[in-house]
């Protein structure tokens, strides 16, 4: 009973350890994707602003420094804006909020670009990871909406680009513990953050892969948890993630099952240390009683053996053949797709052979029949038995009629080819009929009525010049 209630123990604390592991990583997921979400929000509105800027009358009245404050004034200032700009039709930056940036320049071969030319209602547009060439290399995501007359005729694109550091600074405020991980990825597999944080990775496609793959299914839901192996470090991890409404990214906070489990740990090791010094004590108090009851035992296990084994030929005796019988047929009849055969096995003339040879190599003959036959049943669970004088039994669970066929000629067919001499049989050498029945409970009303179709058609197979096998 101690050692149930320490198990129970045990296994609601590990139970407990894992739900709020898994509520804690959800919440912060969930402070993650509101906190994205907003910001997205925000930037997307800041692209509405710049495309309703750029298309206002106003704006060809004013100056260039008048118009660059008007365009770019209210988010000049933003962190992780790296530049916002307009393309006109044909992809060419019209204005930017980079003072002597390049105008003219063609984009208009860019995803952000083409994606919001072709298609009229995309809305917001996020691209891959770009390594931008500005003053210092930058990794950032483009993100660009469409801007079109009033009659809906594409004019161009607004965009800005989005420095990944965002993502970085924003995961950094969020404590994950030991071994812990905070990555968005695309549900296309590309990375767009991961922390701990490695340049290498960003921007790379890790569709292929197989830690990847086997998690791509799951993660087209909102959010959900798994358990996975870290193809880089080997450490197990329980996840949970989050999409980004609105967006093909997912976040995802992975924590160590070893940090998870740690405490839960820590009393395991003092239950099991307590469990194993009261194992120690109560062995030392009953090892008199425990050396005796083995004796009582392996004392009963011996007569039980003896009273169902075959001396002689060491498979299962009448008695074990009858229950394991019963056994099958009542498992048989309590399923509708149950199956099972009785070969009945006879050694051809074998009271001629003990005339001739003697009736200790008619033993001897017996023990050799047996060993063959019982090492060609096809399953450990199928039972061989020796029914009485040179009778045989096997029972093959599971086998229907032609399989039982089978399993009857690799029989026949490994006796006769033992080649064990005998006179005064037509063949020269020690041969069995065998007589093969399948259970059908409609033809047969119960175990005995299907013994005695098997010795039927044994009696058949002896009747038709032995070392032959018939099915009734």
Same mark, same amino acid.
């Given at each position: 009973?101690?050692?149930?209630?320490?198990?129970?123990?045990?296994?609601?604390?590990?139970?407990?350890?894992?739900?709020?592991?898994?509520?804690?990583?959800?919440?912060?997921?969930?402070?993650?994707?509101?906190?994205?979400?907003? $910001?997205?929000?925000?930037?997307?509105?800041?692209?509405?602003?710049?495309?309703?800027?750029?298309?206002?009358?106003?704006?060809?009245?004013?100056?260039?420094?008048?118009?660059?404050?008007?365009?770019?004034?209210?988010?000049?200032?933003?962190?992780?804006? /790296?530049?916002?700009?307009?393309?006109?039709?044909?992809?060419?930056?019209?204005?930017?909020?980079?003072?002597?940036?390049?105008?003219?320049?063609?984009?208009?071969?860019?995803?952000? !670009?083409?994606?919001?030319?072709?298609?009229?209602?995309?809305?917001?547009?996020?691209?891959?990871?770009?390594?931008?060439?500005?003053?210092?290399?930058?990794?950032?995501?483009?993100?660009?909406?469409?801007?079109?007359?009033?009659?809906?005729? !594409?004019?161009? /694109?607004?965009?800005?680009?989005?420095?990944? $550091?965002?993502?970085?600074?924003?995961?950094?405020?969020?404590?994950?513990?030991?071994?812990?991980?905070?990555?968005?990825?695309?549900?296309?597999?590309?990375?767009?953050?991961?922390?701990?944080?490695?340049?290498?990775?960003?921007?790379?496609?890790?569709?292929?892969?197989?830690?990847?793959?086997?998690?791509?299914?799951?993660?087209?839901?909102?959010?959900?948890?798994?358990?996975?192996?870290?193809?880089?470090?080997?450490?197990?991890?329980?996840?949970?993630?989050?999409?980004?409404?609105?967006?093909?990214?997912?976040? !995802?906070?992975?924590?160590?099952?070893?940090?998870?489990?740690?405490?839960?740990?820590?009393?395991?090791?003092? &239950?099991?240390?307590?469990?194993?010094?009261?194992?120690?004590?109560?062995?030392?108090?009953?090892?008199?009683?425990?050396?005796?009851?083995?004796?009582?035992?392996?004392?009963?296990?011996?007569?039980?053996?003896?009273?169902?084994?075959?001396?002689?030929?060491?498979?299962? $005796?009448?008695?074990?053949?009858?229950?394991?019988?019963?056994?099958?047929?009542?498992?048989?009849?309590?399923?509708?797709?149950?199956?099972?055969?009785?070969?009945? &096995?006879?050694?051809?003339?074998?009271?001629?052979?003990?005339?001739?040879?003697?009736?200790?190599?008619?033993?001897?003959?017996?023990?050799? /029949?047996?060993?063959?036959?019982?090492?060609?049943?096809?399953?450990?669970?199928?039972?061989?038995?020796?029914?009485?004088?040179?009778?045989?039994?096997?029972?093959?669970?599971?086998?229907?009629?032609?399989?039982?066929?089978?399993?009857?000629?690799?029989?026949?067919?490994?006796?006769?080819?033992?080649?064990?001499?005998?006179?005064?049989?037509?063949?020269?050498?020690?041969? /069995?009929? &065998?007589?093969?029945?399948?259970?059908?409970?409609?033809?047969?009303?119960?175990?005995?009525?299907?013994?005695?179709?098997?010795?039927?058609?044994?009696?058949?197979?002896?009747?038709?010049?032995?070392?032959?096998?018939?099915?009734?």
């Amino acid at each position: 009973m101690m050692f149930g209630l320490c198990s129970w123990v045990l296994y609601k604390s590990h139970d407990e350890a894992r739900h709020y592991a898994l509520e804690t990583s959800q919440n912060l997921t969930l402070i993650a994707q509101r906190d994205i979400a907003r $910001n997205l929000e925000i930037l997307s509105l800041s692209l509405d602003t710049l495309a309703d800027r750029y298309q206002h009358s106003l704006l060809r009245q004013l100056s260039r420094d008048q118009r660059h404050s008007f365009l770019f004034g209210s988010t000049l200032g933003a962190q992780h804006i /790296v530049v916002m700009a307009v393309l006109d039709a044909q992809g060419k930056v019209v204005v930017s909020s980079r003072q002597g940036a390049q105008l003219g320049k063609d984009y208009g071969d860019r995803a952000y !670009f083409t994606v919001q030319r072709d298609t009229f209602d995309h809305g917001l547009y996020i691209s891959k990871p770009i390594n931008a060439k500005l003053d210092t290399d930058l990794q950032v995501l483009v993100l660009s909406k469409r801007m079109s007359s009033a009659d809906g005729t !594409f004019t161009g /694109v607004v965009l800005m680009a989005l420095d990944l $550091n965002y993502f970085r600074d924003l995961f950094s405020g969020l404590a994950l513990g030991s071994e812990g991980v905070m990555s968005l990825y695309s549900r296309d597999g590309v990375v767009y953050m991961r922390l701990p944080f490695a340049e290498s990775v960003i921007g790379r496609d890790i569709s292929k892969s197989s830690g990847f793959q086997q998690i791509a299914p799951l993660i087209q839901q909102d959010s959900g948890s798994f358990f996975l192996r870290g193809v880089n470090d080997g450490i197990r991890r329980l996840y949970a993630f989050r999409e980004i409404p609105g967006t093909e990214l997912v976040l !995802f906070v992975g924590r160590s099952e070893q940090d998870i489990y740690r405490h839960w740990t820590e009393i395991l090791y003092t &239950i099991v240390s307590l469990m194993v010094l009261f194992s120690l004590v109560c062995l030392l108090l009953f090892r008199v009683l425990k050396k005796e009851l083995r004796k009582r035992f392996e004392a009963e296990q011996k007569l039980h053996q003896l009273t169902r084994i075959d001396g002689l030929t060491g498979l299962l $005796n009448r008695r074990a053949l009858d229950d394991a019988l019963r056994s099958i047929w009542s498992s048989c009849n309590r399923s509708s797709q149950g199956v099972f055969s009785i070969l009945f &096995i006879d050694v051809d003339h074998f009271k001629l052979y003990n005339d001739t040879y003697g009736h200790q190599k008619g033993d001897d003959a017996l023990t050799a /029949v047996a060993t063959c036959f019982a090492g060609e049943l096809p399953r450990n669970s199928d039972v061989a038995a020796r029914y009485g004088g040179e009778e045989f039994i096997a029972v093959l669970g599971e086998t229907d009629a032609p399989g039982a066929l089978q399993v009857a000629e690799k029989i026949r067919r490994a006796i006769a080819e033992m080649a064990l001499p005998h006179a005064s049989s037509a063949h020269g050498i020690v041969t /069995v009929s &065998i007589g093969v029945a399948t259970y059908n409970r409609q033809r047969y009303g119960d175990i005995d009525a299907l013994l005695k179709a098997a010795d039927a058609a044994l009696y058949q197979a002896k009747g038709g010049g032995r070392n032959t096998i018939r099915q009734a």
